[in-house]
């Protein structure tokens, strides 16, 4: 079973940056889904970026030009670059891995950014 572990959550205030980090326990191969989901307080848990095996990437329209998903295949990581961050992006974040032909799915235990002045 793959774990992973997240960090770079904090609190920040408007305008800031800040850069989420999830490491697999295992190395990842190929064809795999990975994304980083978002859930607010009263709110629906959402997909924020994904990353495919081969490089592409997608991104919800509210963080579109703002953060960037990248992976470093070396480290088993990814990462959400987070910039120009908002009060609405105050949500615990969740690395998400799947692997499409086994159907495996692993979720992060979450980590909290907090966007506020």
């Known amino acids: 079973q793959v774990q992973l572990v997240e960090s770079g959550g904090g609190l920040v205030q408007p305008g800031a940056s800040l850069r989420l980090s999830c490491a697999a326990s295992d190395n990842i191969f190929s064809p795999y889904v990975m994304a980083w989901y978002r859930q607010a307080p009263g709110k629906q848990r959402e997909l924020v970026a994904q990353?495919?095996?081969?490089?592409?990437?997608n991104y919800a329209d509210s963080v579109k030009g703002r953060f960037t998903i990248s992976r470093d295949n070396a480290k088993n990581t990814v990462y959400l670059q987070m910039n120009s961050l908002k009060p609405e992006d105050t949500a615990v974040y969740y690395c998400?891995?799947?692997?499409?032909?086994?159907?495996?799915?692993?979720w992060g235990q979450g980590t909290q950014v907090t966007v506020s002045s």
């Open positions: 998400f891995l799947r692997y499409p032909k086994s159907a495996e799915a692993y």
């Open positions: 990353i495919i095996s081969g490089g592409s990437t």
